[in-house]
T-cell receptor, first 117, second 115 residues
Framework: KAGVTQTPRYLIKTRGQQVTLSCSPI?????VSWYQQTPGQGLQFLFE???????NKGNFPGRFSGRQFSNSRSEMNVSTLELGDSALYLC????????????????FGAGSRLTVL | AQTVTQSQPEMSVQEAETVTLSCTYD???????LFWYKQPPSRQMILVIR??????QNATENRFSVNFQKAAKSFSLKISDSQLGDTAMYFC????????????FGQGTRLTINP
């Protein structure tokens, strides 16, 4: 069973540009969530999608957005990049919504490391 | 809002020793899950162990076990017979059972296993 796949794994952008990150969840997982990891702020929740609907959003500016497609794949976009957006962006998927003790277990992808110059 | 606190930024032990990582949390929820995730230098976040709050029995996974004290809101991880491959950042995390799948993480503990 394939795991959570994130692309690209590494990317370098300059200030003011925008970036789109992709996440393919484990087959059958309907929830996809995104996290930003930085040395200073740790792991912070960005947003979560379930059945193409955003159910929750973290405390990030509107430059950060996302969406989920009908096949559960998700993308997140960051516009007008700032130096402080340099981070590891982690995607996780889960069965959420399916009865059972495994529903709340999040499986993570390997991450996309974004460097903003 | 939920918060998770890990008070040990770094720990270091010798191979084969036992080590305990501490975690406390704060929530008004009665039903939730707690997790320990491991993040080795590869940066891949790996689930180590999980605990359902409604279960009184402490979870175990091979060399990994937890001490879950619900009333004290404490959730520590014990690693027995530690191995070099256990070297990693360890994160304690909380999630509500209902609603959006939002993990709340602690700050992490950097664990080093020395040969």
């Amino acid at each position: 069973k394939a795991g959570v796949t994130q692309t690209p794994r590494y990317l370098i952008k300059t200030r003011g540009q925008q970036v789109t990150l992709s996440c393919s969840p484990i087959s059958g997982h309907r929830s996809v969530s995104w996290y930003q990891q930085t040395p200073g702020q740790g792991l912070q929740f960005l947003f979560e999608y379930f059945s193409e609907t955003q159910r929750n959003k973290g405390n990030f500016p509107g430059r950060f957005s996302g969406r989920q497609f009908s096949n559960s794949r998700s993308e997140m976009n960051v516009s007008t990049l700032e130096l402080g957006d340099s981070a590891l962006y982690l995607c996780a998927s889960s069965l959420a919504g399916t009865p059972g003790s495994g529903a709340n277990v999040l499986t993570f992808g390997a991450g996309s490391r974004l460097t903003v110059l | 809002a939920q918060t998770v606190t890990q008070s040990q930024p770094e720990m270091s032990v010798q191979e084969a020793e036992t080590v305990t990582l501490s975690c406390t949390y704060d929530t008004s929820e009665s039903n939730y899950y707690l997790f320990w995730y491991k993040q080795p230098p590869s940066r891949q976040m790996i689930l180590v162990i999980r605990q359902e709050a409604y279960k009184q029995q402490n979870a175990t996974e091979n060399r990994f076990s937890v001490n879950f004290q619900k009333a004290a809101k404490s959730f520590s991880l014990k690693i027995s017979d530690s191995q070099l491959g256990d070297t990693a950042m360890y994160f304690c995390a909380f999630i509500r059972i209902q609603g959006a799948q939002k993990l709340v993480f602690g700050q992490g503990t950097r664990l080093t296993i020395n040969p």
